[in-house]
């Protein structure tokens, strides 16, 4: 997958779960930063996204490799699919 294309998967997975928990889901793009631009998005809500991530991607994304040295509430939707292009590089795939 390239950039393009996890972005879009980055925006699914987050659409998808906020329509599975009652949420309102306003638009996302690639600028939006879901720890502060989604309601009610967390930690636990970030690994929900992750496991629904890793069936689209077809790659174990461990949060520790993905987002090690980055501020969760400064993460967008860009910064997401380019840290699992790397992690997808790093693994061979």
Partial sequence: MDIKELENA?????QENLEL??????PITKH????????GFDS???IEVLISLEDKVGCDLPPDKLFAGKK?????V???????????????K
């Fill in 10 to 14: 980055v925006i699914l997975c987050l």
């Fill in 21 to 26: 928990s009652g949420e309102p889901v306003p």
């Fill in 32 to 39: 939006t930063k879901p720890a502060s631009d989604l309601s």
């Fill in 44 to 46: 636990l809500r970030t």
């Fill in 72 to 76: 969760f509430e400064e993460l967008t």
């Fill in 78 to 92: 860009s910064s997401i699919a380019q840290a699992i292009d790397k992690v997808n590089k790093g693994s061979g």
